[in-house]
């Protein structure tokens, strides 16, 4: 265990010159740089106010060798978070974040509300314990108040916030320190974990989501396919979050690395996806862009030496006039060249990974039907395994429901599992009902702020992550630049096409890495990614009069409305930690301002 551990009365009796130095020897294992004068001077404080209302308490001995105190505790595989104190008393756990500040901000409180709830979710001996946030502000004086469920103190009043909760001895602290900690990753940091240290990331709700049994489906479809010299295609949907795209990565992994005489290969539509994990990865073999895939394969004699191809996103899959529009050869849908693709082989297994609301491009309205056609229409004969609610969209062919392939539990977003309904009930003028449900995405963590002021918006998330340098935020926009490159948000097509997605959300020190805020991700380029906090600055494309109306025209679009509303629903869905929507201080959007209010976004 850390010798940054304490009992109370440890911490009481120890020389400052040896806390400290046990304290900078953490900072250097945790960040491998040497602590700065400012942090050391933080520190010192802390320990400071701490020895001080510590001591007003006037514990008893039992109690003093049998409360802990730990400092700088680093949150297991969070690469640096570290709340400033835990103190370990009974059933009670309580996070102390200092500020030398004489008054809050939103920015720290959420700090110390979102280290309450990372603990509370993710650590496993955490889970049965009352976590109370403190908020402690240090040049203060006489403030005891709470606010969203933060304890908000100065040094002087400290020791009043302490006493109701250091009552009771905590029994091991061992076990405690070396608990489970088990964060949700990012799908970077997933497929980092899947390919590179071969294992699936080890998230609790993976397991009651249902995700091991689908790979053990696939698997055995897999098999069967081999054996009998069969075709498959199955579909595997889910909401928004679900782990599709993890399930896809780890069959890949597993049956290329893992399974002799198989190998598999993840394809993508998702151009700006592809990019980002093949930089990320380093590799280029086991995940491809789709468009390439069958431009080399769909209309030639090659025959692709994988036996299982992984489509993600296949309900996006281009229409024949799509098709026929870009400069790939030949006519077909792409659901028809993959079919077509897989009829060249003895066997195969086509796993089609199905999102919903995902379409924002010209071409992809067609969705599943595209896939019953292909079907229907092929030379060889095709099993199909998909979700019950997709049978009858197949009910012409050979069908087999297979439950286990639709993942219903979202994982993303921490504990935020309203989200999708609250965007599904905004975009759907449902604001009331938005509004409710806000209210529980709060409860869980999950802020849903507006602004009209980006530089506050900026502020915010500079201040909110400032000792947290792995946690992303930047701007994300529409694609469809009206009035937004004058307010400062440049989402016009030159600003967006002048740097790679891979430099916006992979390299930390380039011009256009997304916390510079220089660079905008369109919803094109966000799709399929996250940020652990976007600033989603709203465009007059897509705007509130009474009901949402679509400002723009898209010739040749089937359904524009549906389009532009889909990329609302993209963009409005790629925060982690939450979300920050800054609406211009431009008369187009006043009515989009106060329904976003209404539908429960809270004023920064």
């Given amino acids: 265990m850390e010798n940054t551990v304490y009992t109370l009365s440890e ?29 050391r001077k933080a520190w010192y404080n802390c320990f400071n106010i701490l020895r001080e209302q510590i001591a007003l308490l006037h514990l008893g001995k039992a109690l003093l060798d049998s409360v802990f105190i730990i400092f700088e505790y680093e949150l297991p595989r969070e690469r640096g978070r570290r709340p400033d104190v835990l103190i370990l008393s009974g059933s009670n756990l309580l996070v102390l974040e200092f500020k030398g500040y004489g008054i809050e901000n939103q920015s720290q409180i959420d700090q110390a509300k979102h280290y309450a709830r990372d603990l509370r979710s993710y650590h496993e001996e955490s ?11 240090a040049t203060g ?4 108040r709470s606010k969203e469920g933060v304890a908000i103190v100065s040094s002087d009043t400290l020791s009043n916030a302490l006493k109701p909760h250091i009552i009771e001895p905590f029994l091991n602290i061992d076990k405690w320190y070396r608990s489970e900690y088990a964060p949700l990753p990012s799908l970077l940091q997933s497929a980092q974990l899947i390919f590179k240290e071969g294992r699936f990331p080890q998230i609790k709700r993976a397991k009651s989501a249902g995700i091991p049994e689908t790979l053990n489906r696939l698997n055995d479809l897999m098999e069967l396919a081999d054996k009998d010299k069969t075709h498959h295609l199955a579909l595997i949907t889910g909401v928004p979050g679900a782990g599709k795209t993890l399930v896809g990565l780890q069959f890949v992994f597993e049956t290329t690395l893992h399974t002799e005489g198989q190998s598999a290969v993840f394809l993508s539509g998702n151009g700006p996806l592809v990019k980002v994990l093949q930089h990320s990865l380093h590799n280029r073999n086991f995940i491809q862009s789709v468009h390439g895939f069958l431009k080399q394969y769909a209309h030639s004699s090659q025959v692709p030496s994988e036996d299982v191809l992984i489509y993600d996103e296949a309900q996006r899959a281009w229409d024949a006039q799509k098709v026929s529009d870009s400069k790939r050869e030949g006519s077909n849908s792409e659901p028809t060249d993959f079919i077509n693709i897989g009829n060249k082989k003895s066997h195969c ?25 292909a079907v229907s229409n092929s030379t060889v004969h095709w099993h199909i395994h998909c979700p019950s609610h997709l049978k009858d969209t197949f009910a012409n062919n050979d069908v087999k429901v297979v439950d286990d392939f639709n993942l219903s539990t979202s994982l993303r977003t921490h504990q935020a599992l309203s989200l999708q309904d609250w965007v599904q009930a905004l975009l759907n003028n449902s604001i009331g009902q938005a509004n409710e449900l806000s209210a529980s995405l709060f409860q869980e963590g ?8 980006l530089d506050e918006a900026k502020a915010y998330l500079v201040a909110r992550y400032e000792n947290e340098p792995d ?13 937004l490159p004058k307010y400062g948000v440049p989402n016009d097509y030159n600003s967006t096409k002048s740097f790679g997605v891979e430099q916006y959300y992979v390299d930390a020190s380039h011009t256009h890495y997304c916390r510079t805020f220089k660079g905008v991700a369109t919803e094109f380029a966000c799709q399929g990614l996250e940020l652990d906090l976007p600033l989603l600055a709203w465009e007059a494309d897509w705007v509130y009069e009474n009901g949402w109306v679509n400002k723009t025209t898209m010739p040749g679009a089937k359904d524009p409305d549906l389009l532009r509303m889909n990329s609302y629903r993209v963009l409005l869905t790629r925060g982690r930690d939450g979300l920050i929507i800054y609406v211009p201080n431009d008369i187009q959007l006043n009515q989009t301002y106060l329904a976003l209010l209404n539908a429960g976004c809270k004023t920064l």
């Avoid at 004086?141 to 005891?144: C, L, Q, R």
């Avoid at 999950?446 to 002021?453: A, K, Q, S, V």
């Avoid at 935020?473 to 009206?482: P, Q, V």
Wanted: charged share 20%.
């Fill in 11 to 39: 911490f009481l009796d120890i020389e400052v010159p040896i806390w400290g130095e046990r304290l900078k020897a953490h900072h250097l294992k945790c960040m491998h740089e040497e602590a700065g004068y400012s942090q």
């Fill in 127 to 137: 889970h049965a314990l009352t976590v109370i946030p403190l908020l402690v502000l």
């Fill in 141 to 144: 004086s006489s403030i005891e």
């Fill in 349 to 373: 297994l086509l796993i089609g990974l199905i999102g919903e609301g995902q379409e924002i491009y010209l071409g992809e309205e067609g969705g599943m039907k595209l896939w019953q056609e």
């Fill in 446 to 453: 999950y802020p849903l702020y507006i602004t009209r002021d």
């Fill in 471 to 483: 946690k992303t935020y930047g701007l994300i926009a529409s694609s469809k630049k009206i009035i």
